[in-house]
């Protein structure tokens, strides 16, 4: 398995950015990196995904133009830059990623290694 790490969450304001990042160890290689969200009283849900080679990525709706998932080689880093904050975008955010190749998925039970979350809020 991958051991994940999350930072960079926070509380800010509407309109507001915020960069997430989720620093990736172990012996296991990463295919695919992922990040969720899970706001009170509802379930986990996909925000976005980057295939950790080709680069391919994949972004719920709601993110779309918003949200821009990027990674670092040099420091096995996932980052989650997030623009335009809304408050409907508050949840904890969880770092995702997959040991055996496939393609980008949307679901967390396709992904085996998980973060400990890190809290956003955005509110005025």
């Known amino acids: 398995q991958v051991q994940l790490v999350e930072s960079g969450g926070g509380l800010v304001q509407p309109g507001d950015s915020l960069r997430l990042s989720c620093a990736a160890s172990g012996r296991s290689r990463v295919f695919d990196m992922g990040w969720f969200r899970q706001a009170p009283g509802k379930e986990r849900e996909f925000v976005a995904a980057?295939?950790?080679?080709?680069?391919?990525?994949q972004y719920t709706d709601s993110v779309k133009g918003r949200f821009t998932i990027s990674k670092d080689d040099a420091y096995n880093t996932v980052y989650l830059q997030m623009n335009s904050l809304k408050p409907e975008d508050t949840a904890i955010y969880y770092c995702?990623?997959?040991?055996?190749?496939?393609?980008?998925?949307?679901?967390?039970?396709?992904?085996?290694?998980w973060g400990q979350g890190t809290q956003v809020t955005v509110s005025p």
């Open positions: 980057r295939n950790w080679y080709d680069g391919n990525t």
């Open positions: 995702a990623a997959k040991s055996v190749p496939s393609v980008l998925t949307t679901t967390p039970e396709t992904y085996d290694s």
